[in-house]
């Protein structure tokens, strides 16, 4: 699987929109990018993922460059509850990388009132 | 609809004392497997299933059994704790192809 590469913190004042990038330079073709949140001392949250068009729902959007090679996930208007460790994730979707998620430390969003 | 079901929430081990954590889910997902998360650390993949009867390794083994009998139920066996093995752990399901996967609320193990 492609390793990804994200800023360690963030802060984002409330009500604006957060933005967080994520490097995936190595990525290849059949490789999907998921992004994953986990608030304090909770199991991981489902956010988004996508291939390699934008992708939007409730939650976030999910823009990756036409290369691939980077993506921004972005939640319109961030509340304080928004607050939470952010993983970006690429997995592969063939033989036995297809069944891993592998987290990295992520990027700790803080959302200040 | 419960999800993925963890327990127990809390526990705490005497070194040496051996014990299983539960975890069971009710959308019946083919995937399932069990990550560990450590103070200031993301989630390290300890042992994942891709049905009843079949189960692998992942990234951090060592100390861990698992079995895979039905397809909801996922438990994770501890034979011999150890202090190393003090962490939250993590129970995540899924369908195989690219979806969403989902976590458990974790347990929280101390060994002393």
């Known amino acids: 699987d492609a390793k990804t590469t994200q800023p360690p913190s963030m802060d984002c004042a409330e009500g604006r929109a957060a933005n967080l990038p994520c490097n995936h330079s190595t990525i290849s073709g059949n490789e999907y990018v998921y992004w994953y949140r986990q608030i304090h001392s909770q199991g991981p949250q489902y956010i988004i993922h996508g291939l390699k068009n934008n992708e939007t729902n409730e939650m976030a959007s999910l823009i990756i460059t036409e290369d691939r090679k980077s993506s921004t996930l972005i939640l319109p208007h961030a509340t304080l509850r928004d607050t939470a460790v952010y993983y970006c994730i690429v997995r592969g979707n063939s033989g036995g990388s297809n069944y891993k998620l592998t987290f990295g430390k992520g990027t700790l969003l803080t959302v200040n009132p | 609809n419960a999800g993925v079901t963890q327990t127990p929430k809390f526990q705490v081990l005497k070194t040496g004392q051996s014990m299983t954590l539960q975890c069971a889910q009710d959308?019946?997902?083919?995937?399932m497997s069990w990550y560990r998360q450590d103070p200031g650390m993301g989630l390290r993949l300890i042992h994942y299933s891709v049905g009843a009867g079949i189960t692998d390794q992942g990234e951090v083994p060592n100390g861990y059994n698992v079995s895979r009998s039905t397809t909801e139920d996922f438990p994770l066996r501890l034979l011999s704790a150890a202090p190393s093995q003090t962490s939250v752990y993590f129970c995540a399901s899924r369908q195989l192809r690219n979806t969403e996967a989902f976590f458990g609320q974790g347990t929280r193990l101390t060994v002393v």
């Open positions: 959308m019946n997902h083919e995937y």
